[in-house]
């Protein structure tokens, strides 16, 4: 068991910025979070950051993967792969999603994500996301029509056996047959329901949010949008005061003044970013695959081959993090949008004791380089996933 001190650092908690602070690790929990001086922790290691940032690890609910791995079509050895790598992004826990598949593939890439083992310092599997099957070909996307079809509580139930207890969300288009009934037996079963590529009116998204739907799948894209004469599924979600909004901020997907907008309307506890990530991400421009489709990469935006629709996105977290910054956010708020939030949304705080620095939690942990808010180092579970070459002398 290794016991260590990180001591001189600015540390963020989800209520205080602590200038001068440090945080005490055993094993692979926090034990200990203050001011400077540290007490108390006699016999433990130090590790001195002085000026150092360190922040609650980044928690991913949507990527459907990066540096070359389609997690729709992943072998269990390649979802340990891409929890190995990861960390260099900041990246302590992340959800794999799926597209839309045919029936057995969806159970296969269930099984896969479940026979993956843990990775020590790699990024912890925290479950698994459906983005369908249950969804609207209309706002398809990059996903394929074909692979669409009404909600089946018979199909539903073998996914989530499949899933072995790790099925966390699933993305439902509320207009489509079937998905009413859907919803309320997926939050009886406690997985969270989501809102996304869908048509739907305003109060057909009104009515799933009654019936338990509480996220919304990257707000503003593949559903319908404003209009002042058809309020559609973004302006009822942005409404719903208890509903988390994704949002994927690439300055691609939404502009930054819709970004800011929707922080400053929504408050940014109710906001997740994501990566959306596809394998694609942390690669060289090029043709890639997303499920069943073909995707081109060019100038690090992804579009489908066929239609040129945008394809999920090269956005890795720690970007989205520094994204956000830029938009003169604070670092609480930050990390706030991109660990707690991801957290909570799925339930996974309490469940798993990640999201935040808190003591009991996980030693989940970023270490940003004060300079540029780069990734200097990040630990998950007390183990040091990524190191940059001038620290590695003090966490590995």
Known sequence: MRRYVIRGVTVVTPTYVLRRGYVAIEDDTIVGVGREPSRGFEGFDEVSLEGYVVGPGFVDTHTHGAL????STASPSEVEELSRRLPRFGVTSFIPTSVALPREALRAFCRSVVSAGGVPGGARVAGVHLEGPYINPVRAGAQNPSNMREASLEEFGELLAECGGLLRAITVAPEVRG??????YAVSKGVVVQVGHTDATYSEVEEAVVLGASKATHLYNAMSTFHHRSPGAALALLRARDVYLELIVDFVHVAPEVVDFTIDYASYRRVVLVSDSIAAAGMPDGRYRLGDIEVEVVGGIARTVDTKALAGSTLTMDRAFANV??????????FYMSSLAPALSLGLTWRLGIGAIRPGFKADMVVLDPKDLSIAATIVGGTAGYVREDLKHLLT
Request: glycine fraction near 4%; hydrophobic fraction near 50%; charged fraction near 20%.
């Open 68 to 71: 070359g791995i389609d997690l």
């Open 179 to 184: 998905v009413r009934e859907l919803i309320s």
């Open 325 to 334: 910054v830029s938009l003169n956010y604070s670092l609480a708020e930050a």
